[in-house]
């Protein structure tokens, strides 16, 4: 026996609006998908600021001036007393 409805004689309109259709979901749920993966991966690369990072943008810049007199400061420093560490030129 014949089934009428597979019988039904399809128009390139109605497949081409069917295809589309199919299509369109098919793209909205790759999108979906590699946004996700996307989102994992940059979440476990990229860890939350710490506390220091967070406090970084409130520090007022330097006037230039100062800047240029704690090199010059520096440069006094090591060479008074060349081959010293960083630390002890800190202190």
């Not at 409805?5 to 259709?21: D, F, G, N, Q």
């Not at 940059?42 to 710490?50: G, K």
């Amino acid at each position: 026996m014949c089934n009428p409805w597979r019988m039904h004689t399809k128009t390139p309109a109605t497949l081409e609006s069917k295809s589309e259709r199919l299509l369109h979901e098919y793209l909205v749920e790759q999108q979906r998908l590699v946004k996700a993966a996307v989102e994992r991966a940059f979440s476990a690369v990229a860890p939350a600021p710490s506390v220091a990072m967070q406090r970084q943008g409130t520090r007022v810049r330097r006037a230039s001036g100062d800047v240029a007199n704690l090199a010059k400061r520096l440069i006094e420093a090591v060479q008074a007393c060349p081959g010293e560490t960083v630390d002890a030129h800190a202190g």
